[in-house]
């Protein structure tokens, strides 16, 4: 098929591709030329390729024929009803003519319908061949989809991650003697016929190289991906003579490079261990080729060409497979990797920790998995806490805002209900910026914006304006164009989908103007209405996952993207209107997410100031988070004691993490970072806090503001990280905190968080031990790691943290030798590579840390070792034990020893 340059039209608020001028109707195609018939609808295949895959959408024809016509013609829908492979082209297709154009309105691909079990993607063509009998047959994409599926669980199931190795052709003795003869007869009757192991091509009589570069990848593929064969051109299939081709109409050495050029530019893809030498070509340890001479009356007359072909280690491709996308408003085809990867793509197995929020078995093709950790709201509850559906009339929410925002614009009111008068039942969702919530540029001009899910209706977005702007209906439709792709390929919506769009302008006085322009300018069908409860339901649990879901720190760890869901505390506290809320001191237990509220925190900043990176400061106390935080590339980072040093002329606004282990030694922080955010006094930046009284860890003046004197606080109390053990032991060491605070907190400070909420339903293992020597204490760290490294852990997963960092280096050298000591026979069972054992600076690398439980803050890890934790002030011991435990997600280990190693002094 050919490929065509689509151009995706803007200012729509969905995903529309225009194909241009195409015959429609059945009896005006029948008049085509074959060759403009097959034109026309292979841009129309393609285009519908890409929405399929890219969450739906709307293919814009330019009628050829201005008549009035209901059907696009026969041709076309046969080729629609090929794509989806499905004869019930409505499940994804539906048309209107609106004058002069044609709209084929798409619905996302989803991979289940019915008892069909779709691929994951759709696909024009695999490019993948296989043999069947005597036919050469290129695969459909659900038989790719289980070829691959098949290919991937051998390699898997492979002990060493290997493909199969190359084998030879099932054995024909006859196939062996003829290839290995270098000379025929002209007319010579070969003694077997074509097979599943062998075909006969004659040569054609088009130029002899544009024959093979047409012919050879089909077949080599076809071998390669079966038992192996032999392809013999210049033999007549019937009669299985030896024709050859005429050596006045070829040249020898061409011919040979010809041969070799085609095969080493077929695509594969290695499942095996080959994929991380980047998908090495097909090479001769598979494929071997001759060229036999063909004699007529005792003279050359020509040449005769074998391919032997054996079975390949994985997959073997004719070209990259035609499968399309539409990437930043581009249509694309997918690379040979991207379409194997997602073809295959099943996502990471976190049953035992986590509860999966998708059905992926029918999400569209971009929707990536999404999690939330056990013993929190699954998507329901939440939809059900934050937009209720009822069987009562329409409902505005949240109603706090919509209070604020009826006191402080006239007339919005007034609008609001003229407009809901026709909807019975649904709910309105406002907020001062869908923009912002959707993680784009606050729109500037922007009142508010609602969202109207309402039985019977379109969804509706409408945005009121307190002063027009030329440029606004491209951020409004760009605005709901966002959201329509977001609440199908993050949200996994999997029904037919559209954002209408409405805006009005709101005079000072209260008059209302539906601005020119503002209405979508396409009809949809009905089907795209939201028909019941279920429907509604649905959506919004999509767009709970479009609102809550945040990139996990799994995502770096497992190696793809994994979202996971705010808590509705989380969520409640980031939606707060950042104009009113310029300062505020959060709260939050060990576990509860104070660093990914501040991440999220800072991505808001920048969309609703419109700042840069330089002007948002994010300060910590510990380098190892400092690091970690700046790797995200969202702020400037900077620790405590570099903050004191520098004036920072550029920054506007300061985001403050495990406030409560900061301290005045090198001056008063706070009053320098309000100082700074307050430079503007009529515009004054935002400075957010974030700290736990409960891990402060040392005696010293904090240097944060009396407890009576932080005037805007929020809590967290719900603790999302640890397995359920570790978090029966935090519960312990809080009350102890509780009944012993340190001198250092404030008085009456540790009761704010009043009672906490654990989220129960993770297994995992807590362990304390005593040692009568350090020795004994590294032997016992490196066992247990070599015994999660044999169940699938790796050092990435692993931190071994002190109570002192003078000692790091001690413990890091007997560690060190402790891993290294292994016997013969676990030598024989294990891969010989160093573990490599880092301080906390490295934490995203994969290998073991080994830090104080200090610069350890505010960073987790799955398995930690604590090792003799106690503090030289006996009065925060317990609040080091906390902050310890704190940063296992799954196995704690308190390890102590009678025989302590002595503090280097410096």
Same mark, same amino acid.
């Given at each position: 098929?050919?490929?065509?340059?689509?151009?995706?039209?803007?200012?729509?608020?969905?995903?529309?591709?225009?194909?241009?001028?195409?015959?429609?109707?059945?009896?005006?195609?029948?008049?085509?030329? *074959?060759?403009?018939?097959?034109?026309? *609808?292979?841009?129309?295949?393609?285009?519908?390729?890409?929405?399929?895959?890219?969450?739906?959408?709307?293919?814009?024809?330019?009628?050829?024929?201005?008549? !009035?016509?209901?059907?696009?013609?026969?041709?076309?829908?046969?080729?629609?009803?090929? +794509?989806?492979?499905? @004869?019930?082209?409505?499940?994804?297709?539906?048309?209107?003519?609106?004058?002069?154009?044609?709209?084929?309105?798409?619905?996302?691909?989803?991979?289940?319908?019915?008892?069909?079990? *779709?691929?994951?993607?759709?696909?024009?063509?695999?490019?993948?061949?296989?043999?069947?009998?005597?036919? $050469?047959?290129?695969?459909?994409?659900?038989?790719?989809?289980?070829?691959?599926?098949?290919?991937?669980? !051998?390699?898997?199931?492979? @002990?060493?991650?290997?493909?199969?190795?190359?084998?030879?052709?099932?054995?024909?003795?006859?196939?062996?003697?003829?290839?290995?003869?270098?000379?025929?007869?002209?007319?010579?009757?070969?003694?077997?016929?074509?097979?599943?192991?062998?075909?006969?091509?004659?040569?054609?009589?088009?130029?002899?190289?544009?024959?093979?570069?047409?012919?050879?990848?089909?077949?080599?593929?076809?071998?390669?991906?079966?038992?192996?064969?032999?392809?013999?051109? %210049?033999?007549?299939?019937?009669?299985?003579?030896?024709?050859?081709?005429? /050596?006045?109409?070829?040249?020898?050495?061409? +011919?040979?490079?010809?041969?070799?050029?085609?095969?080493?530019?077929?695509?594969?893809?290695?499942?095996?261990?080959?994929?991380?030498?980047?998908?090495? @070509?097909?090479?001769?340890?598979?494929?071997?080729? /001759?060229?036999?001479?063909?004699?007529?009356?005792?003279?050359?007359?020509?040449?005769?060409?074998?391919?032997?072909?054996?079975?390949f280690c994985c997959v073997v491709f004719s070209e990259a497979p035609s499968s399309w996308v539409v990437k930043e408003k581009q249509v694309c085809c997918l690379t040979t990797e991207e379409w194997v990867d997602k073809m295959v793509d099943t996502g990471p197995d976190l049953a035992e920790d986590f509860n999966n929020q998708l059905d992926l078995s029918q999400k569209p093709p971009s929707c990536r998995p999404?999690?939330?950790?056990?013993?929190?709201?699954?998507?329901?509850?939440?939809?059900?806490?934050?937009?209720?559906?009822?069987?009562?009339?329409?409902?505005?929410?949240?109603?706090?805002?919509?209070?604020?925002?009826?006191?402080?614009?006239?007339?919005?009111?007034?609008?609001?209900?003229?407009?809901?008068?026709?909807?019975?039942? %649904?709910?309105?969702?406002?907020?001062?910026?869908?923009?912002?919530?959707?993680?784009?540029?606050?729109?500037?001009?922007?009142?508010?914006?609602?969202?109207?899910?309402?039985?019977?209706?379109?969804?509706?977005?409408?945005?009121?304006?307190?002063?027009?702007? /030329?440029?606004?209906?491209?951020?409004?439709?760009?605005?709901? &164009?966002?959201?329509?792709?977001?609440?199908?390929?993050?949200? %996994?919506?999997?029904?037919?989908?559209?954002?209408? $769009?409405?805006?009005?302008?709101?005079g000072s006085e209260g008059n209302a103007e539906l601005l020119a322009g503002s209405n979508s300018s396409i009809d949809y069908p009905e089907s795209y209405k939201l028909a019941d409860d279920q429907q509604m339901e649905d959506l919004l649990q999509s767009l709970v996952i479009v609102l809550l879901g945040f990139r996990s720190f799994l995502s770096d760890e497992l190696?793809?993207?994994?979202?996971?869901?705010?808590?509705?505390?989380?969520?409640?506290?980031?939606?707060?209107?950042?104009?009113?809320?310029?300062?505020? &001191?959060?709260?939050?237990?060990?576990?509860?997410?104070?660093?990914?509220?501040?991440? *999220?925190?800072?991505?808001?900043?920048?969309?609703?100031?419109?700042?840069?990176?330089?002007?948002?400061?994010?300060?910590?106390?510990?380098?190892?988070?400092?690091?970690?935080?700046?790797?995200?590339?969202?702020?400037?980072?900077?620790?405590?004691?570099t903050f004191m040093k520098y004036d920072f002329k550029d920054i506007q606004h300061i985001i403050i993490d495990e406030a409560q282990n900061f301290r005045t030694e090198d001056g008063e922080w706070y009053d320098k970072a309000k100082n700074i955010t307050w430079r503007k006094r009529d515009d004054p930046g935002i400075l957010w806090i974030f700290l736990d009284y409960f891990q402060t860890t040392h005696m010293y003046y904090s240097g944060l503001p009396a407890p009576s004197d932080q005037n805007s606080r929020e809590k967290l109390y719900t603790v999302v990280r640890n397995a359920d053990p570790i978090a029966n032991y935090l519960q312990e060491k809080i009350e102890e905190v509780k009944k012993n605070p340190p001198p250092s907190i404030p008085s009456g400070s540790l009761a704010m968080l009043g009672e906490a909420i654990w989220a129960q339903g993770v297994s995992g293992k807590i362990k304390f031990r005593n040692f009568m020597s350090l020795e004994q204490v590294v032997t016992c760290v490196a066992e247990k790691c070599r015994v999660f490294f044999k169940n699938g852990y790796s050092p990435k997963h692993i931190a071994v943290l002190l109570s002192k960092s003078e000692v790091v280096d001690e413990y890091k050298e007997k560690l060190r030798r402790a891993m290294r000591r292994r016997s013969s026979s676990q030598m024989d069972e294990e891969s010989n590579v160093l573990v490599q054992i880092k301080d906390a600076l490295h934490v995203t690398d994969n290998c073991i840390v080994l830090d104080s439980i200090r610069r350890f803050s505010g960073l987790e890890r799955t398995i930690v070792f604590g090792i003799n934790p106690q503090p030289n002030e006996r009065a925060v011991t317990n609040n080091l034990l906390l902050c310890l435990a704190s940063r296992a997600k799954k196995h704690l280990y308190i390890l102590t020893n009678r025989q302590r190693p002595q503090s280097k002094k410096p």
């Open positions: 098929m050919n490929h065509y340059l689509l151009e995706v039209e803007p200012f729509y608020p969905d995903l529309v591709i225009n194909v241009g001028k195409v015959t429609i109707g059945e009896l005006n195609r029948k008049q085509l030329q *074959k060759n403009q018939r097959t034109q026309e *609808k292979d841009k129309v295949k393609q285009a519908a390729c890409a929405l399929l895959n890219s969450g739906g959408g709307v293919i814009l024809v330019k009628m050829a024929n201005e008549k !009035n016509q209901s059907e696009m013609g026969l041709d076309l829908e046969q080729a629609l009803r090929d +794509l989806i492979q499905s @004869p019930e082209l409505h499940a994804f297709f539906e048309t209107v003519q609106q004058k002069s154009c044609f709209y084929i309105f798409v619905k996302s691909w989803t991979s289940d319908t019915s008892s069909t079990l *779709k691929p994951p993607i759709c696909s024009l063509s695999s490019s993948l061949y296989c043999r069947s009998g005597t036919s $050469t047959l290129c695969m459909d994409s659900r038989q790719a989809f289980n070829f691959l599926k098949t290919k991937k669980m !051998n390699v898997e199931r492979s @002990p060493i991650n290997e493909g199969f190795p190359p084998t030879n052709i099932p054995r024909n003795e006859h196939l062996i003697s003829v290839f290995q003869r270098n000379r025929f007869e002209f007319g010579e009757v070969l003694p077997f016929p074509e097979s599943e192991l062998a075909e006969f091509k004659q040569f054609s009589t088009k130029r002899i190289q544009e024959y093979l570069k047409e012919i050879i990848p089909g077949y080599v593929s076809a071998f390669a991906n079966s038992r192996g064969g032999y392809l013999f051109v %210049g033999v007549e299939d019937k009669s299985r003579k030896v024709q050859g081709c005429a /050596k006045e109409n070829v040249d020898l050495n061409s +011919l040979e490079y010809k041969i070799e050029n085609v095969i080493s530019k077929l695509h594969t893809f290695h499942f095996c261990s080959l994929r991380l030498l980047g998908h090495p @070509p097909i090479n001769h340890q598979f494929f071997e080729k /001759k060229i036999a001479e063909v004699h007529k009356d005792g003279n050359l007359y020509g040449y005769l060409c074998m391919i032997k072909v054996k079975p999404v999690y939330s950790r056990k013993g929190l709201d699954h998507k329901k509850a939440l939809q059900k806490a934050l937009f209720p559906v009822s069987s009562g009339p329409l409902q505005y929410t949240p109603k706090s805002l919509w209070k604020e925002l009826c006191s402080e614009h006239k007339g919005l009111k007034e609008l609001i209900n003229m407009e809901m008068q026709p909807i019975c039942q %649904g709910i309105l969702i406002l907020s001062r910026s869908w923009a912002v919530d959707l993680s784009l540029p606050e729109e500037q001009g922007v009142i508010c914006d609602a969202l109207l899910i309402a039985q019977n209706s379109y969804p509706i977005l409408y945005t009121i304006l307190g002063e027009k702007g /030329k440029e606004m209906q491209f951020d409004r439709t760009h605005t709901a &164009f966002t959201l329509k792709q977001k609440l199908v390929n993050k949200g %996994g919506y999997p029904r037919k989908l559209c954002i209408m $769009t409405k805006t009005f302008y709101l190696g793809c993207e994994v979202l996971n869901l705010l808590t509705h505390q989380q969520y409640e506290i980031l939606s707060k209107n950042l104009y009113k809320t310029r300062e505020l &001191f959060v709260h939050g237990l060990p576990g509860s997410g104070k660093t990914i509220m501040a991440i *999220k925190i800072m991505k808001k900043i920048r969309n609703v100031f419109h700042c840069e990176t330089k002007n948002i400061l994010y300060i910590c106390e510990n380098q190892p988070l400092r690091d970690f935080i700046s790797h995200k590339n969202i702020c400037e980072a900077v620790t405590r004691k």
